[in-house]
């Protein structure tokens, strides 16, 4: 079993920035993928990014926006988000795949709301 812990969101701007940090713990586990998913209001869970240990893949609607990056001293990834939009408010969700099985674990969700 994978836990994961979410931190960093929040309400912002327009044009702001925020950063996201996901840290996953648990026994004997190799990741191969790290990643963030959001879902808005009504809407689908959608891709924002990913990372792995050769490539990192972006949403369209995100990219050029925001980085991810991972520290895998510590399993941590990181979703740093700048020049904000209001289109960007959702639940923000940490997504980890691991090595053995892919087995797929999701973090509780963190809000991030862009507004005036």
């Known amino acids: 079993q994978v836990q994961l812990v979410e931190s960093g969101g929040g309400l912002v701007q327009p044009g702001g920035s925020l950063r996201l940090s996901c840290t996953a713990s648990?026994?004997?586990?190799?990741?191969?993928?790290m990643g963030w998913y959001r879902q808005a209001p009504g809407k689908q869970r959608d891709l924002v990014a990913t990372?792995?240990?050769?490539?990192?893949n972006y949403g369209d609607s995100v990219k050029g926006r925001f980085t991810i990056s991972k520290d895998n001293s510590n399993n941590t990834v990181y979703l740093q988000m700048k020049s904000l939009k209001p289109e960007d408010t959702a639940v923000y969700y940490c997504?980890?795949?691991?090595?053995?099985?892919?087995?797929?674990?999701w973090g509780q969700g963190t809000q991030v709301t862009v507004s005036t």
């Open positions: 997504n980890v795949v691991t090595q053995l099985g892919l087995a797929s674990y």
């Open positions: 648990g026994s004997s586990f190799s990741l191969y993928s």
């Open positions: 990372i792995t240990a050769r490539n990192t």
